[in-house]
């Protein structure tokens, strides 16, 4: 209460002495002690705090010198012994020494009756309000005993419910023993079916032929099973881990079909173009048929999305008669999933390797381990170690899983990896792994691939009849062109299926059975067109300036933007730029500097303003060197205010001499730049020797630059940029 009144106070109180303070956290303790009931007579003054005038009451006796003596005697005693018997109740190891020392310690009986209601649990305040201002002694011991009788039938009330649900508890764990005795009868009785079981896994056990030491540490698994109850759940665990013994192919083996010209003809059936590729895959399996003990490469099949790895991969299954199984290990940060859990482990599980071989049935199919440039590592261990152990073929020969804990030999395994990008991977795995690289197609294989490939399987699965699914050139090239932008033929074949699920259900709904796909048909079969045109951008300002970019997902076009600022503002770099791709603007900028007279810039400009160069699209991973002339470009545009070409993108490394030096993914970059509908690019003369991985269509139809000096390079691109003389 923040302001008691008189009104808030009772009549009766006690006057005491403070005999302690504590003060504490945000609280304070007052330790009072009693000495006098008094009756309040007048506040004083409520000033500051509270003063009263009082009288002293006479102190209450036990002695009265009546014919109630008696019962006061009687009561007196009640009480003591009832109080005691509580203090017990509430503890029934030191009840009495607590008595002792709380109420037994006290001289003046009236004393020890208002101290066992300070200390006897749960008497509401009122009521000891009640019991100091009573003025007859008689009254004061029959309240407290009421009081103390009610408190005491309340706890033996508490407990006997207790009891009760103790007693309910005994009864269930009593009915558990007896139903676990029950069991063990049953079974010395021979009436579990404990026995068959494990007969049937035995018999399991023994078909699936198991090495030497596998087979005896086998058996002690066994004599192990054959003691633990059925029910137990242990029995479960050891159970599903021999059946997992039973089920591994230890020596099922597929026989190889190693004709080359059987595999040539499987591969060139399932996949168009790829020639070199192909060629490789056919070395590794010519290797195989001259000494079948050798140890099979390992493939590291490496592209940008939908061009082909996993199908490349079971086509390859299918050329030597093997089987297939594929598991993907992008985002595997676990050490664990490739290797198993200890069998200790709650719910543990062999590793992915393991369980792609049981799958297999055999003991030598070609394992495909998709996206391992996305495995991941923490502190659960680092999943690439163990990969690596995983394609040693010194150590493989006896691969341990954590959860098999037995050698399982993986030497006869025909490994195929796959990945976007060869980076991230650890240089020593990479090392260890043959690397086929597969680029992206061009419109002309797309459209190839589509007809031989895509058309067929996806009029199949929509259910069309021949001659009812027929795309003409066109159509199919417009497909390409404004509905997919892609390296692969993934997007493409989603499209083409698309197409023909439309197509069934018109062809059910119209009645009609014969009709050719053409352009004007697409909008109605696709919506409007995804990419609106074929060309990059028109009409670009000063300071815009086209790069060739490589990325995982193949080539891409991507504009370089520059600004003047503010002399202030110095250098800004905005699009999330990677370090190098930072520095090599800033090296850019000072090669433009220097070379201000011949590039027919005026220096001053660039001394007096900031710079501020930005890169849109933000899903094209923006670092490397390769972007040195497109940045060098857009900055010499700026400062001219001449604009750059349209109708060119560009690609190279540049020092801050002035020289541009080569770089990769030119066959992704220039055929990006093709699809874009860029007919003419500027690459470093170090590459020349690429452009011969060109399909021929693509590299007769691009007109290129090649340059060694920045200069040739900006002269063509800002073609403004030299005064006319
Ligand atoms: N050269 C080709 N000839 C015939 N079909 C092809 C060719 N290249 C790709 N395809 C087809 O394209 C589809 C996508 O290929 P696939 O799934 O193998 O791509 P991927 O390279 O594994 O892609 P990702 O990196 O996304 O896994 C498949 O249906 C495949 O058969
Ligand atoms: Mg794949």
Redesign the pocket.
């Known amino acids: 209460m923040d302001e008691p009144g008189r009104e808030d106070l009772h009549d009766i109180g006690t006057i005491c002495k403070i005999t302690r303070v504590e003060h504490g956290e945000g609280s304070s303790h007052v330790i009072l002690q009693g000495l006098v009931r008094v009756r309040l007579r007048d506040l004083v003054s409520d000033k500051e705090y509270m003063i009263a005038a009082y009288e002293e009451l006479e102190a209450l006796s036990i002695k009265v010198d009546d014919d109630t003596q008696a019962r006061i005697d009687v009561l007196l005693e009640e009480i003591l012994d009832l109080a005691k018997r509580l203090s017990n109740m509430v503890d029934n190891e030191n009840g009495d020494k607590i008595f002792d020392q709380f109420i037994g310690s006290i001289d003046n009986p009236i004393t020890k009756i208002y101290r066992i209601a300070h200390v006897a649990p749960e008497i509401e305040l009122a009521d000891l309000q009640k019991m100091l201002a009573i003025e007859s002694t008689q009254e004061l011991l029959e309240l407290m005993l009421a009081k103390l009788s009610h408190q005491s039938s309340i706890i033996q009330l508490r407990q006997e419910i207790a009891d009760q649900t103790r007693e309910d508890l005994d009864q269930q764990q009593r009915e558990h023993v007896l139903r676990q005795q029950k069991r063990a009868i049953e079974q010395a009785l021979g009436e579990e079916d404990g026995d068959e079981d494990i007969a049937e896994i035995k018999d399991q056990l023994r078909q699936a032929n198991l090495p030497e030491i596998a087979q005896k540490e086998i058996d002690r698994e066994l004599k192990r099973l054959a003691r633990m109850s059925p029910n137990a759940a242990d029995y479960q665990v050891a159970r599903s881990y021999l059946e997992l013994v039973a089920e591994l192919p230890w020596n099922v083996v597929t026989e190889d079909t190693l004709d080359l010209e059987h595999a040539q003809s499987v591969l060139d059936e399932?996949?168009?173009?790829?020639d070199d590729i192909k060629e490789r895959i056919l070395e590794s399996l010519a290797v195989l048929q001259l000494n079948p003990d050798a140890r099979a490469s390992i493939l590291c099949l490496v592209?940008p999305?939908?061009?082909?790895?996993?199908?490349?991969g079971q086509s390859i299954a299918r050329a030597m008669g093997r089987k297939f199984e594929r598991m993907s290990l992008g985002g595997l940060h676990d050490e664990a999933e490739l290797r198993g859990h200890r069998r200790t482990y709650i719910g543990a599980m062999p590793g992915r390797i393991l369980q792609g071989v049981r799958r297999a049935g055999v003991r030598n199919p070609v394992l495909m381990l998709?996206e391992i440039d996305k495995l991941g590592h923490d502190f659960r261990g680092d999943p690439s170690a163990a990969l690596m152990e995983i394609l040693d073929p010194a150590q493989n020969k006896e691969f341990r899983d954590n959860y098999l804990n037995l050698a399982f030999d993986l030497s006869k395994v025909f490994f195929i990896t796959?990945a976007?990008t060869l980076e991230g991977i650890p240089r020593a795995l990479v090392d260890r792994m043959e690397v086929l690289e597969l680029t992206g197609y061009s419109e002309l294989e797309k459209a190839e691939?589509a007809r031989r490939?895509l058309i067929p399987r996806q009029k199949d699965n929509a259910g069309l009849k021949d001659g009812s699914f027929d795309i003409v050139d066109d159509a199919l090239r417009r497909i390409i062109r404004r509905y997919t932008r892609e390296a692969?033929?993934?997007e493409l074949?989603r499209t083409l299926g698309r197409i023909a699920r439309k197509r069934a259900r018109q062809l059910l709904q119209e009645n009609r059975d014969q009709d050719q796909i053409h352009e004007e048909d697409l909008n109605d079969l696709l919506g409007p067109e995804k990419f609106k045109s074929d060309k990059g951008r028109e009409n670009l300002t000063a300071g815009v300036a086209p790069g060739l970019a490589w990325t995982e997902s193949g080539g891409d076009v991507l504009y370089v933007e520059a600004s003047l600022t503010h002399k202030d503002d110095k250098v800004t770099i905005t699009g999330h730029l990677g370090q190098v791709m930072q520095e090599s603007i800033k090296a850019a900028r000072s090669y433009i500097w220097a070379s201000a007279e011949e590039l027919h810039i005026d220096r001053k400009l660039i001394e007096d303003s900031g710079i501020h160069v930005h890169v849109p699209a933000g899903a094209v991973p923006k670092d490397g060197p390769s972007a040195g002339i497109t940045m060098a470009t857009a900055l010499a545009s700026a400062y001219s205010n001449k604009h750059v070409r349209d109708d060119i993108a560009m690609t190279g490394e540049l020092t801050l001499s002035g020289l541009v030096l080569p770089v990769g993914g030119i066959r992704e970059k220039v055929l990006a730049a093709h699809r874009t509908g860029i007919r003419h690019v500027i690459l470093p003369k170090e590459n020349e020797a690429e452009l011969f991985k060109l399909p021929d269509l693509v590299r007769e139809e691009m007109e290129v630059t090649l340059v060694d000096r920045f200069e040739d390079a900006v002269k063509v691109a800002i073609p403004d940029l030299e005064p006319e003389s």
């Open positions: 399932d996949h168009y173009g790829l592209g999305p939908g061009v082909g790895k996993t199908s490349l998709d796959t976007n691939i490939y692969g033929v993934r074949e």
